[in-house]
């Protein structure tokens, strides 16, 4: 079972995406917060695998929430929860930590796959809202993205460029190993070796630079 946390300040909402996720058979809802200091405390204290968090809320909001607990618990992934137009959120939760966001029109579908997307190692970057948040990147001047230039791209095998693509479409390591013919532990070999080489932190900061790259 998949242990889900929900984050968002309106009753309706939380009430609604448990209904929805109640359905599915590998998907548990442990709970219900309203802050992101609530999930903070929550997700340092229980087993938790995936965090759907709101972006806007009171005391602590889903970007401060999202740093906090990718700090005490890398293991937890995160789905930022958000609207077309908070594309410095984006920005932020991304930097942080988070695995990927999801629209909050998302159909109930989406929303389930998104979970075990993330769950089991894939990433939800939609290339329609990435783009909004590229000129973030671009200004922010820390060693960490100052791989997205041609230089640092053609650091890359055609083999690695494959896998960079696959990942930003938001495969896992099984689905790019099966698409491309080889084994998982060789994938996930080659997305370490690709980071060492960007100097990148994780696979989402190496699917925005993927996206950002058009590899």
């Not at 590998?26 to 200091?37: H, L, P």
């Not at 696959?166 to 370490?192: C, M, P, Y």
């Amino acid at each position: 079972m998949i242990r889900v946390l929900l984050v968002d300040d309106q009753d309706i909402l939380l009430q609604g995406l448990s209904m929805i996720l109640e359905r599915e058979n590998d998907i548990k809802v442990i709970g219900g917060v309203k802050n992101g200091e609530e999930a903070v405390k929550r997700c340092k204290r229980e087993s938790i695998d995936v965090v759907l968090m709101d972006i806007r809320m009171p005391i602590m909001n889903g970007v401060e929430a999202t740093r906090e607990i990718k700090k005490h618990r890398e293991d937890i992934k995160i789905i930022v929860l958000t609207t077309f137009n908070d594309d410095e959120y984006i920005f932020d939760s991304l930097k942080y930590g988070a695995s990927g966001y999801l629209l909050k029109d998302a159909m109930p579908k989406e929303i389930s796959e998104a979970i075990r997307t993330v769950y089991d190692g894939g990433t939800l970057i939609n290339p329609a809202v990435a783009t909004k948040v590229m000129d973030r990147f671009k200004e922010f001047a820390s060693n960490e993205y100052e791989s997205e230039s041609l230089e640092q791209v053609n650091k890359l095998t055609d083999r690695e460029k494959n896998i960079c693509s696959l990942l930003a479409e938001g495969l896992n390591n099984r689905e790019i190993a099966d698409e491309l013919f080889l084994s998982q532990g060789t994938v996930k070999n080659h997305i370490t070796n690709i980071l060492g080489k960007l100097n990148l932190r994780d696979r989402t900061q190496l699917a925005i630079f993927a996206i950002k790259n058009k590899i």
